[in-house]
């Protein structure tokens, strides 16, 4: 199996973008298509997604979309500054918008408290707070929010990278969601051969020409 850090999954996803022309979002929604099948459409009461405003972020978006037209009961906490979002993230954010996503950004202690009240075993946590972009120790309220998922009941599914683990050795950068299911996407990362929850590797559309420019 083949295995790659953060940066070497960036430059793949760079070249299959730049240089064969398969447009990130594509991308986006291939990863979407992908992991939504692993989210059991019965048997949760609510459907919880925690997004980055990342491209992790947007894929966890993408990902609420289709909960919402399966008019499943799907609640959307931002844990981060919009204004700094990604192309990617923005598109599935608008159309969240327009079509009545329930999205709240977690800015404040009150906003926690709306973020635990719908943490129990009847949810299912969608993780898409960071993936391959985590740049440095894990602070301030995206902390507390991680803790508020590590310390409830619900079940977490993790985008690509359970959040705050590096993608490269598997440490922990100040604290990381103890994700049941992880979904990486493309190909594995090597911070996650030891992980003792469930990972599953997931294509998303990244032709061979792209990993073999980048690995060789
Ligand atoms: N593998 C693929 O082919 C694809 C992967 N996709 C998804 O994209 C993410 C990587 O997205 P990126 O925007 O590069 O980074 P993240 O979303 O992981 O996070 C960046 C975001 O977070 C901020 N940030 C980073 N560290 C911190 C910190 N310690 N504290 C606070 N904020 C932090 C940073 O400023 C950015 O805003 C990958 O994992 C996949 O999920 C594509 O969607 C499809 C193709
Ligand atoms: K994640």
């Given amino acids: 199996m083949i295995t790659v850090t953060a940066e070497q999954m960036r430059n ?22 992908a992991m939504i099948n692993y989210i059991p459409l019965d048997g949760y009461e609510k459907y919880i997604i925690v997004a980055g405003v990342g491209n992790n972020g947007g894929d966890a978006l993408a990902m609420a979309r289709d909960l919402i037209l399966e008019e499943k009961e799907t609640y959307i906490y ?37 973020l635990k009240e719908n943490l129990g075993e009847d949810s299912i946590v969608i993780d898409g707070i960071f993936g391959t972009g985590l740049n440095s120790g894990i602070r301030g309220i995206i902390f507390e929010i991680i803790d508020l998922l590590n310390s409830s009941n619900a079940f977490i599914f993790s985008i690509d990278i359970p959040s705050g683990l590096d993608a490269d050795t598997g440490a922990i950068h100040g604290t ?16 996650l051969l030891n992980y003792e929850g469930e990972v599953m590797v997931e294509k998303i559309g990244i032709p061979k020409q792209a990993v073999e420019a980048v690995l060789g």
Wanted: charged share 25%; aromatic share 4%; net charge positive.
């Fill in 176 to 191: 990381s969601v103890n994700a049941d299911l992880v979904v990486t996407l493309g190909l594995m990362k090597k911070g």
């Fill in 12 to 33: 793949i996803d760079k070249y299959a973008i730049e240089k064969i022309g398969i447009p990130s979002i594509v991308l986006m929604e291939n990863a979407k298509n």
């Fill in 78 to 114: 931002i844990a981060g500054n919009l204004e700094k979002a990604s192309k990617d993230f923005k598109i599935n954010y608008n159309i969240l918008k327009n079509i009545g996503g329930n999205i709240i950004v977690l800015e404040n202690k009150d906003d926690l408290l709306k």
